[in-house]
């Protein structure tokens, strides 16, 4: 009886580990099936950034480049300087105009001062008086002028000096001295050094539940096993597809039904200067959902 009961007792405790195994691998799966339940994931997911159109505001050629295509620059940084000699002769000549404008001004109040004298004991008329006011009011209208006229030469001569107007990385800048150039027109890329971001394009079946605020994980491609933190900062009110130069027609009569994506961006919180991002490249996006905004 003794070996039989050792062998009932054997038997039950198998079972028994059996049954514990069986618990503990639902109990995985439950959790499992839960944390599928609070986030979204998509690898259709690119970098981004601010990116300024570098131009200069006024037209020559430039003398001096201060600087090299893919290099980092400060703010304020010098980047190219424009031939300054045709705007400092301007400045000279709006100066000499001001002066001129001034001393015509100034004879003009002193005659309109005699005028009003001698009008004052009728040895010139009313209207004698009133033409000289009205030559004063011409004169000082003319002297304002030329005044603005030289503000402006001024500033295009300080917009012969092109900076940086944020910290960042030149991008396409191929600038040489001696290169006639026209104001506005742009001639290289800065991207901003701050903030980056994703643009990350769920399926429209996976954003009922993310809300601004989430928090998210990312994995840039170019840094694997790397996790950058951030949260999500925006949610497009269109596909990407209503926003292209040609969307989707889907009254002609063969349409067919695709699930679209929704671009999500999500602000990179954790940026490494030891991992330099550049803006195009591939990632991929996870979002967790808070309890808060859970259906």
Not at 59 to 80: C, D, E, I, K, W
Not at 123 to 150: E, G, K, M
Not at 232 to 245: P, Y
Request: hydrophobic residues 50%.
């Amino acid at each position: 009886m003794s070996r039989l009961s050792q062998m009932v007792r054997a038997l039950l405790r198998q079972r028994a580990l059996l049954v514990f195994v069986a618990i503990l691998a639902l109990y995985g799966i439950y959790v499992y099936w839960r944390s599928l339940q609070n986030y979204v994931s998509t690898d259709d997911a690119y970098v981004g950034a601010h990116v300024i159109s570098i131009a200069a505001q006024v037209s020559g050629p430039v003398a001096r480049v201060y600087v090299h295509n893919n290099t980092p620059v400060a703010a304020h940084a010098r980047l190219f300087e424009i031939d300054t000699h045709p705007y400092e002769i301007a400045v000279q000549a709006a100066q000499a105009t001001v002066q001129e404008r001034r001393a015509i001004l100034t004879n003009a109040q002193a005659i309109w001062g005699r005028t009003q004298r001698m009008a004052a004991h009728r040895f010139l008329s009313p209207q004698a008086s009133d033409t000289a006011r009205a030559t004063v009011n011409a004169d000082a209208a003319a002297l304002a002028a030329a005044q603005a006229a030289l503000a402006r030469a001024r500033l295009n001569l300080a917009h012969c000096l092109v900076r940086a107007p944020a910290r960042g990385y030149l991008s396409d800048m191929r600038l040489q001295p001696g290169a006639y150039i026209q104001a506005g027109t742009p001639l290289f890329a800065l991207i901003a050094a701050h903030p980056y971001w994703v643009t990350a394009n769920f399926k429209e079946t996976a954003i009922a539940d993310i809300a601004l605020g989430d928090r998210a994980h990312i994995h840039v491609d170019m840094y694997p096993g790397y996790v950058f933190h951030g949260k999500v900062v925006g949610i497009s009110g269109g596909s990407g597809t209503a926003f292209s130069l040609l969307p989707p027609e889907n009254a002609t009569g063969n349409w067919v039904k695709v699930t679209q994506r929704v671009p999500v961006r999500i602000l990179i919180l954790n940026l490494d200067p030891r991992r330099p991002l550049r803006i195009g490249t591939s990632a991929d996006a996870v979002v967790f959902f808070r309890r808060a905004h859970r259906h």
